[in-house]
């Protein structure tokens, strides 16, 4: 549909109200058939298409959507947002959507550099699979008239359509399990202030630790888990407590790290759970990673990836949608990580 073409330009060139023109054009009454057909034929030779004609178009042919993941992110085996992706790929193909991946490279990322499929306007939309750069998000949106969700992310401060898991109150819940089990010494593993996700996390463990009216203490409470540069843990070394410091459990920010701090504990003689407890966050680790089933927080994908597929999808036709950020609740997944301490000294 030609944009410059209105209803009231029909009507100006025809010399009737742009009313009489809706009227005309959506078959309703008050317009002699004459009329009509004559105002149907300036429409049609002016190229004119009514806007509902062209969201049903447009929601019928076959969409692309371009899927973009930070570089940094690539998991050399298996990684959450590959899961991510799948299961992204998976939902769009059941809507009769195509997806094209496109890993962005640091030096790109850091740039602003925008992808190629925004380039050679290969695609409908954008979803922005986990963190990227706030100023690579505003080059993106501010350089293209292409329509963006982000999924597990939310852009910091930029004003963004994004779908993100319950990070604060589901963290808050996995804290209060262990608190409601006696534990009242605990710890929280991951490096506050190099995610959104990571942070809001850690809030959530302090909000229950607030309840129970036990301080938290960032200079023995909180154990980094990765650089803060680059958000990577694969050669960050963890460090545990000393012996007379040692909680009796971890709170960490996702399965990964549980699973690094597992093994860590056992190189050091310390037992999960007989010894010390351990949750994590995502309800995510491929075969062989852990030995011990974890008490987690499931984050779930298939409802977080409908949901930005959603809003895009909306977005992309013209159609409504609420706006904005949209919290995806998940759910505890009890394992075996966790000693019940009350029980015990029932």
Same mark, same amino acid.
């Given at each position: 549909?030609?944009?410059?073409?209105?209803?009231?330009?029909?009507?100006?060139?025809?010399?009737?109200?742009?009313?009489?023109?809706?009227?005309?054009?959506?078959?309703?009454?008050?317009?002699?058939?004459?009329?009509?057909?004559?105002?149907?034929?300036?429409?049609?030779?002016?190229?004119?298409?009514?806007?509902?004609?062209?969201?049903?178009?447009?929601?019928?042919?076959?969409?692309?959507?371009g899927?973009?993941?930070?570089?940094?992110?690539?998991?050399?085996?298996?990684?959450?947002?590959?899961?991510?992706?799948?299961?992204?790929?998976?939902?769009?193909?059941?809507?009769?959507?195509?997806?094209?991946?496109?890993?962005?490279?640091?030096?790109?990322?850091?740039?602003?550099? *925008?992808?190629?499929?925004?380039?050679?306007?290969?695609?409908?939309?954008?979803?922005?699979?986990?963190?990227?750069?706030e100023?690579?998000l505003?080059?993106?949106?501010?350089?293209?008239?292409?329509?963006?969700?982000? *999924?597990?992310?939310?852009?910091?401060?930029?004003?963004?359509?994004?779908?993100?898991?319950d990070?604060?109150?589901?963290?808050?819940?996995?804290?209060?399990?262990?608190?409601?089990?006696?534990?009242?010494?605990?710890?929280?593993?991951?490096?506050?202030g190099?995610?959104?996700?990571i942070?809001?996390?850690?809030?959530?463990f302090?909000?229950?630790?607030?309840?129970?009216?036990?301080?938290?203490?960032?200079?023995?409470?909180?154990?980094?888990?990765?650089?803060?540069?680059?958000?990577?843990?694969?050669?960050?070394?963890?460090?545990?407590?000393?012996?007379?410091?040692?909680?009796?459990?971890?709170?960490?920010?996702?399965?990964?790290?549980?699973?690094?701090?597992?093994?860590?504990?056992?190189?050091?003689?310390?037992?999960?759970?007989?010894?010390?407890?351990?949750?994590?966050?995502?309800?995510?680790?491929?075969?062989?990673?852990?030995?011990?089933?974890?008490?987690?927080?499931?984050?779930?994908?298939?409802?977080?990836?409908?949901?930005?597929?959603?809003?895009?999808?909306?977005?992309?036709?013209?159609e409504?949608?609420?706006?904005?950020?949209?919290?995806?609740?998940?759910?505890?997944?009890?394992?075996d990580?966790?000693?019940?301490?009350?029980?015990?000294?029932?």
């Amino acid at each position: 549909m030609s944009k410059s073409v209105r209803l009231s330009d029909i009507a100006a060139m025809m010399g009737v109200s742009a009313v009489t023109v809706s009227k005309a054009l959506s078959g309703k009454k008050g317009v002699s058939e004459e009329l009509r057909a004559l105002i149907q034929a300036k429409a049609d030779e002016l190229g004119y298409r009514q806007p509902s004609a062209v969201r049903r178009m447009q929601r019928e042919r076959q969409c692309v959507i371009g899927v973009l993941i930070a570089a940094r992110y690539e998991d050399r085996q298996a990684s959450f947002y590959w899961k991510m992706y799948q299961e992204l790929t998976a939902r769009a193909l059941q809507k009769g959507c195509l997806t094209s991946l496109e890993m962005i490279a640091r030096e790109q990322e850091e740039s602003g550099g *925008l992808p190629t499929l925004a380039a050679e306007r290969r695609v409908d939309g954008f979803i922005v699979i986990g963190p990227v750069r706030e100023d690579y998000l505003r080059a993106l949106t501010e350089k293209t008239d292409v329509p963006t969700v982000c *999924l597990d992310g939310t852009g910091g401060a930029r004003e963004l359509d994004c779908v993100i898991t319950d990070n604060y109150y589901g963290m808050y819940r996995m804290t209060r399990f262990l608190l409601e089990r006696g534990h009242r010494k605990l710890c929280y593993v991951g490096t506050v202030g190099s995610t959104e996700s990571i942070t809001d996390r850690y809030f959530g463990f302090c909000r229950a630790m607030s309840e129970y009216r036990l301080p938290v203490d960032p200079a023995r409470q909180v154990i980094d888990d990765r650089n803060l540069e680059d958000g990577l843990t694969e050669d960050y070394v963890l460090r545990l407590p000393a012996p007379a410091d040692m909680p009796t459990g971890f709170v960490c920010n996702c399965d990964r790290t549980a699973a690094k701090l597992i093994g860590l504990l056992g190189e050091q003689g310390y037992r999960v759970p007989e010894d010390v407890s351990v949750v994590g966050f995502d309800h995510y680790l491929y075969p062989g990673l852990c030995d011990i089933a974890l008490t987690t927080y499931e984050v779930d994908m298939k409802e977080m990836t409908g949901r930005a597929l959603y809003i895009l999808r909306q977005k992309i036709a013209g159609e409504y949608y609420k706006k904005g950020v949209s919290i995806i609740a998940g759910r505890l997944i009890e394992g075996d990580s966790v000693r019940d301490i009350m029980e015990t000294r029932a």
